[in-house]
């Protein structure tokens, strides 16, 4: 395959965690990956690590809260491969008390820096890569989401989240879900997919201990909507191809 012939992948929060393990698995499907970190020496070590594995793995400086970041990053993809076929929008952040329901005293910075990182930032940056997404023959767009987000599961009463209340992280999951939505109707007569994906409660930094999941495992669900065939499904919500509840 040559190198025109190979899909552009960019991760955001790709230095570690599952940012990092979805560029691996997507690098050993033979896709040039951009892994994406506010520290480029970071990006630049998590790239080496995947080199070492075989794969093409290319490190590039996006701080998803610096908007200023944006347009460099959409001129160096457009300047390096002229296309961008994945976006896969991994980072983010969880800044709620963990606990008992504290939705009457979360702070509006709490709430502010969630929003900006989790949702804000995801609109922006996926606007200013459009462009180039619209370039590729099969664009995917796949912005990580957390069952969280499911106002339907938070409604019902005995659901898996229904005690699980941390509103500022939830609430922009939330949002978040709503920019599929929009984003994929759209886009409906156009090569590119957006869809939601919950990766499961994961064993990484942000899911703390408790968590049941493997890294490898919890990135399963963006991998593949990441690679979704022609007739694959847009302005989903899933986890391990199984449609959530909004």
């Known amino acids: 395959m040559s190198s025109q012939e190979k899909k552009i992948a960019l991760i955001t929060g790709a230095n ?22 506010r ?6 070590a998590a790239a080496s690590t995947l080199k070492k594995e075989g794969i093409d793995a290319r490190p590039i400086k996006l701080d998803v ?57 995801v609109v922006a940056l996926t606007q200013a890569l459009l462009p180039l997404l619209r370039k590729s ?28 209340k941390t509103f500022a992280y939830d609430a922009s999951k939330a949002a978040l879900n709503s920019f599929t939505i929009h984003l994929a109707h759209e886009l409906a007569n156009t090569n590119i997919k957006v869809n939601s994906a919950h990766p499961g409660w994961v064993k990484t ?20 909507l990441a690679t979704l065939p022609e007739d694959g ?8 191809g199984e449609a959530l509840p909004w």
């Open 16 to 37: 570690r965690g599952l940012g990092l393990e979805t560029a691996r698995q997507l690098g050993a499907q033979g896709i040039t990956v951009l892994l994406a970190a």
């Open 39 to 44: 520290d480029l020496a970071k990006a630049e």
């Open 65 to 121: 809260d610096n908007p200023a970041d944006y347009a460099a990053v959409a001129k160096a993809i457009e300047k390096d491969f002229g296309v961008l076929d994945i976006l896969v929008n991994n980072a983010g952040v969880f800044l709620d008390n963990r606990g008992p329901n504290q939705t009457s005293t979360t702070s509006d910075k709490v709430l502010r820096k969630t929003f900006d990182t989790n949702f804000f930032a």
């Open 137 to 164: 023959k099969a664009g995917r767009i796949v912005n990580l989401s957390s069952i969280l987000g499911s106002l339907t599961l938070h409604a019902k009463k005995g659901s898996y989240v229904y005690d699980a």
């Open 205 to 224: 930094e942000m899911g703390g201990e408790g968590a049941m999941m493997e890294i490898e495992d919890g990135v399963k669900t963006s991998v593949q």
């Open 233 to 240: 499904p847009t302005g989903g919500y899933f986890h391990m």
